[in-house]
Structures are given as structure tokens and as C-alpha cells.
T-cell receptor, first 109, second 114 residues
Framework: AQRVTQPEKLLSVFKGAPVELKCNYS??????LFWYVQYSRQRLQLLLR??SRESIKGFTADLNKGETSFHLKKPFAQEEDSAMYYC???????????FGTGTRLTIIP | KAGVTQTPRYLIKTRGQQVTLSCSPI?????VSWYQQTPGQGLQFLFE???????NKGNFPGRFSGRQFSNSRSEMNVSTLELGDSALYLC?????????????FGEGSRLTVL
């Protein structure tokens, strides 16, 4: 069975400080990892996916298969980063996403 | 392009009743997924449809069912409602599948069971 763990329900960071949202997964096969974000009063939307290896809004995430982690990082937090962040996993050929329980990030001005 | 549209947005039912929720995907999207979101369990996968076929199903009882029509619109039904079915039900669509494209979510249908 596949499982995604986000150990922090809440995370508060000062503006300008680095941000790291933790995500660990368990899956024996080859996973596809994603980060989704939900800003206040907006829909859940894709932030980034590991296969793209891109930086979106200053955020990056590296898949570490040895540690089974996919932590989301940003060097300098901005107030507009305050949102709910969900890590999600899909197994190859399995058309469903398993979400973590989410981390609410609050940026303190 | 119009986004994913879900109706109704809010509804209140009593235990034992049944409910049908509707989802219109983005034009051209053939894959529709349903998720249940609750404060305690977070987002849990219900099922996914592609070209009117259910390709995958989550661990929910048989009271939860769904279908997809030829125009890709989808409905989900919950029969014999229980208090624990109170949740936000999210629909998401994508072009071909989760691995190949991002999921576009609707605003959800908030179901309250009394």
C-alpha cells in the first residue's frame, strides 16, 4: 500500500526565512510525487511535480529515494506563500493520487 | 476555458437518504477523479473514470458509486447516508491521466448529513 506522511500540521515561518515542508512516502515501486497547494478561497492546484525538476514560485522539491522523501523548499519565504500544502503520490500505471494530510504554512510578516 | 464545475455546492441531507453529486470537467478532459476531504482523514481517493470506464477505486464501501457519461461529465452517488459521510467532495479532471497531466480541481460539494 502507498502512504504519504506530512509530519507537520502547522508551520509558521518569518518572511524572508527559509521554508521546508516535509513529506515522506512509502511505496515499494517507482513513485510519481507531486506538491499541491490551496491558497485561501482558491481551488486546490498543482504546485510542482518531481518529474519536471522545475522551480515554481521559488519552490523546489527533490525526490530522495533512499530516504523516501520529497521535501518542499524555498530559500526566502514570502507572505503570499501562506497556504495549505499537500504532498501526493501516484504509482506508475495507477490512476489515483494518495495525499498526505497537509501542512498549513503561515508566513509571519 | 471554464474550470471544473461541481453542483450542488452545498447540501444538507439526513441519515438514510441518498445523494447525487455532479461534476463537469474541463472541456477536452477525459479523466475524472473524485476525492473525499475531511478534517480528520484529509483527501481520500474515491474513484477515477476515463472514457466512461472506472479505472481505479479507493477503499470506500459499496454505498459510494459513480459513473461517467459520454461527454465526460461524471456523477457520484452515496446511498444510505451516514453521519460520517459529511465531507467536502472534490472532483478533478485531467487530459489523460494523473501521471501525464496535472489534476484540475473543482471547488467541491460540501455535504452535511444530519
Amino acid at each position: 500500500a502507498q502512504r504519504v506522511t506530512q509530519p507537520e500540521k502547522l508551520l509558521s515561518v518569518f518572511k524572508g526565512a527559509p521554508v521546508e515542508l516535509k513529506c515522506n512516502y512509502s511505496y515499494s515501486g517507482s513513485p510519481e510525487l507531486f506538491w499541491y497547494v490551496q491558497y485561501s478561497r482558491q481551488r486546490l492546484q498543482l504546485l510542482l511535480r518531481h518529474i519536471s525538476r522545475e522551480s515554481i514560485k521559488g519552490f523546489t522539491a527533490d525526490l530522495n529515494k533512499g530516504e523516501t522523501s520529497f521535501h518542499l523548499k524555498k530559500p526566502f519565504a514570502q507572505e503570499e506563500d501562506s497556504a495549505m500544502y499537500y504532498c501526493a503520490l501516484n504509482s506508475l500505471g495507477n490512476e489515483k493520487l494518495t495525499f498526505g494530510t497537509g501542512t498549513r504554512l503561515t508566513i509571519i510578516p | 476555458k471554464a474550470g471544473v464545475t461541481q453542483t450542488p455546492r452545498y447540501l444538507i441531507k439526513t441519515r438514510g437518504q441518498q445523494v447525487t453529486l455532479s461534476c463537469s470537467p474541463i472541456s477536452g478532459h477525459r479523466s475524472v477523479s473524485w476525492y473525499q476531504q475531511t478534517p480528520g482523514q484529509g483527501l481520500q481517493f474515491l474513484f477515477e473514470y476515463f472514457s466512461e470506464t472506472q479505472r481505479n477505486k479507493g477503499n470506500f464501501p459499496g454505498r459510494f458509486s459513480g459513473r461517467q457519461f459520454s461527454n465526460s461529465r461524471s456523477e457520484m452517488n452515496v446511498s444510505t447516508l451516514e453521519l460520517g459521510d459529511s465531507a467536502l467532495y472534490l472532483c478533478a479532471s485531467t487530459t489523460r491521466g494523473i501521471n501525464t497531466g496535472e489534476l484540475f480541481f473543482g471547488e467541491g460539494s460540501r455535504l452535511t448529513v444530519l
